[in-house]
């Protein structure tokens, strides 16, 4: 049996949109984690692939214990985490660490380097001394790249560029020394330039500290840079997960088609068929019956209306599910 260091089965997480009309006795809901199984090893990186609004996001702070779970099952390092008490929870946030998108939001501008990655420390009393936390902080900027660490000590986040700021909220994770690191488009709010570096530092970190990562992005592209699973979502569910080489080169699943289509090829020689999705992405309250992607799905049948394919573990699964429902 294989052995997984985090276990999610069928999570859900409906949130009320609004407060239920005079003709209803409960609000309605949005399905923005819709039963999600995944599993991850220790040292994996998976990265979990969207367009905004799918859900991925809503899977991050689920996991992280920043929302409750509506249903389903969360086991980390052996321990079931889904409904934890206050003290347990903070005890699994020194293990599982977010990196968020957006380094200028992120950082609390009146607090110095020092104090910004220092505060986890404090907030989890892992520090015994002031030269012990010195130690730890200093070790964390290093291993994020910003060198000499001892110079960016005093400074404040708007004396730093983009990239440094990034590094500075990925070192405030590392200080806790996490064995999971879920890191939320880390790279989408930072120039072109400076993407390859920070995913080069993310890379480094899984090879240096064996820790996992969940990698939240919109764009496939950067997922074949150093992921060893790609999961494709779609409205709250994966529609298709597997290795990423196979998901790039041999997509199944007509919606991983449609988002791989879109990618430019650097090649002007090469071209791509672009497969351009019609209508909008369903209304996660009112969700479609039967497949919940056939009101898009260029290769929608009859059957698709009514019968939903679940969950599907490997992209090729997918089209046997399809011809299944074809018999
Ligand atoms: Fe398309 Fe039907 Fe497959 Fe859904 S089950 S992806 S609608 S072919």
Redesign the pocket.
Known sequence: MQDYFLEVQGLKKYFAAGKPSLFQRVAEQVHAVDGVDLQLKRGEVVAMVGESGCGKSTLALTLMGLEEPTAGKITFESRDITHSNEHDRKLMRQKIQMVFQDPYESLNPTQTIEQIVGEPLDVHGLAHTKAEREVRVIKALEDAGLKPASTYLPRYPHQLSGGQRQRVVIAGALVLEPHLLIADEPVSMLDVSIRAEILNLLADLRQTRQISIILITHDLGTCGYFADRIAVMYLGRIVEIGPTHDVLTNPQ???TKALLSVIPVPNPRLRRQRLILQGETPNPIHLPSG?R??PR?P???EE?RVVD?AYVEIGRE?RA??LL?RK
Request: with cysteine; hydrophobic share 40%.
């Open positions: 699943h007509p919606y497949c992607f056939h799905c290769v929608a049948f698709c394919p997918h599910a399809c429902l």
